[in-house]
């Protein structure tokens, strides 16, 4: 009798053990992702800020893309329907 008590608080200790582990390593998963994404972040933060003549030069390209849209939208609203 003293082995069917022990065996069923052995296995519950058991999945009780296995459940902890599990929870442990999805923790520590977790933990480590977030240590990646914060590093990737940072290395991405990294770069030098851009220079005035470069800000320029995208405001430029920018604005001509924007007024290129505009003209054709105009373009297609005088057409017929």
Do not use: H
Request: glycine content about 6%; cysteine-free; overall charge positive.
């Amino acid at each position: 009798m003293r082995t069917r008590l022990v065996t069923p608080i052995s296995k519950a200790l058991t999945w009780r053990t296995v459940g902890a582990r599990r929870a442990a390593s999805v923790a520590a998963a977790f933990i480590v992702a977030g240590g990646l994404a914060t590093g990737i972040a940072q290395v991405a933060g990294a770069e030098p800020q851009p220079s005035i003549t470069q800000v320029q030069a995208k405001i430029n390209e920018l604005t001509s893309q924007f007024n290129k849209a505009v003209q054709q939208y105009d373009q297609v609203a005088e057409q017929p329907r």
